[in-house]
């Protein structure tokens, strides 16, 4: 442990941290490969609670906080924290879908968005700025630097790509032991501050981006976040860490190293 309640894995937690992220990035696989127009969130849900289960882990999410669901089911406007139901999803929807697994007492937590069939050009646009800054996110990352470099990096690249808001009032976070945990990683921010990026210390990084405003409102579950003007958002995000080879992207299926690599980024996976 450092200062703040930062935790800090040995490799062998690492390791453990990578099983449990490659049982998040298949459930992201079998969820982009799932989804249709006609199926309900909550089908959704069982499909990946049971792939979660059956890969040997535990869902991160289920009885979280009291939160009912093994994934959130995040549709159009609804930006994160969607609880799967009966919502059926339509032609030209899109749908962001988090996912977290526990394997060993160790998390991994990730998100996707997937358009339902064809989805509007601008809609596709704001999905691919936004994975797009999560990976220049992580990719700003290195020994010695600062969280923050990781935030100003999510937000150079989304500010360069148009006019879209960055939500502030949710962020990337630490991750280990527990699902969340210090430090915070905001989406936004000059570079240089927050603690410093030592071997050990793994992060999620999960841009939150809409077509409108960075303003949101809760509904009345108290869990599903919603943009204040309607507009629509997307939602990705990654658990990596930092080793002295490089940068490994724990619930990437190929640890990170094809995007990272084009991005001119060590890889650092094992």
Same mark, same amino acid.
């Given at each position: ?7 800090? *894995?040995?490799? /062998? ?7 449990? #992220?490659?049982?998040?990035?298949? =459930? ?6 799932? %989804?249709?127009?006609?199926?309900? $969130? ?19 999410? *289920?009885?979280?906080? #009291?939160? !009912?669901?093994?994934? +959130? ?25 988090? +996912? ?12 996707? $968005? ?34 923050? &470099?990781? @935030? ?7 500010? @360069?790509? #148009? ?5 502030? /009032?949710? %962020? ?20 240089? *501050?927050?603690? *410093?990026? %030592? ?13 409108? $405003? ?6 009345? &579950? /108290? ?19 930092? =080793? !002295?080879?490089?940068?490994? %992207? ?10 990272? $690599? ?5 890889? #650092?996976?094992?």
């Amino acid at each position: 442990m450092l200062d703040r309640g930062i935790e800090i *894995k040995t490799p /062998d937690q690492i390791d453990a941290m990578r099983r449990a #992220g490659l049982v998040v990035g298949q =459930t992201l696989e079998l969820m982009r490969s799932t %989804v249709r127009a006609g199926i309900t $969130t909550g089908e959704l849900d069982a499909i990946a609670e049971d792939n979660i289960r059956s890969s040997g882990a535990t869902p991160s999410f *289920k009885g979280y906080h #009291g939160f !009912p669901g093994s994934i +959130c089911a995040s549709v159009n406007e609804e930006v994160v924290h969607g609880i799967p139901g009966e919502r059926m999803l339509a032609e030209g929807d899109v749908i962001s879908i988090d +996912c977290g697994a526990i394997v060993d007492g160790w998390h991994g937590d990730a998100a996707i $968005t997937v358009p339902v069939g064809t989805v509007p050009a601008e809609v596709t646009e704001l999905m691919r700025v936004t994975e797009e800054a999560m990976w220049r996110g992580i990719a700003a990352a290195h020994l010695g630097g600062r969280v923050t &470099d990781i @935030s100003h990096a999510v937000e150079r690249h989304v500010r @360069s790509q #148009g006019r879209y808001g960055i939500l502030e /009032d949710y %962020v990337g976070h630490g991750i280990g032991s527990q699902m969340h945990q210090p430090p915070n990683v905001p989406n936004y921010g000059r570079p240089g *501050k927050g603690p *410093k990026l %030592v071997e050990g210390l793994a992060l999620a990084v999960e841009p939150m981006i809409t077509l409108g $405003t960075k303003d949101t409102e809760v509904l009345e &579950d /108290d869990w599903t976040v919603i943009t204040a003007d309607g507009t629509w958002a997307a939602h990705f995000e990654h658990t990596f860490t930092l =080793t !002295p080879q490089g940068t490994w %992207v724990l619930t990437a299926l190929d640890g990170g190293e094809a995007a990272l $690599t084009a991005l001119g980024v060590p890889w #650092g996976g094992r």
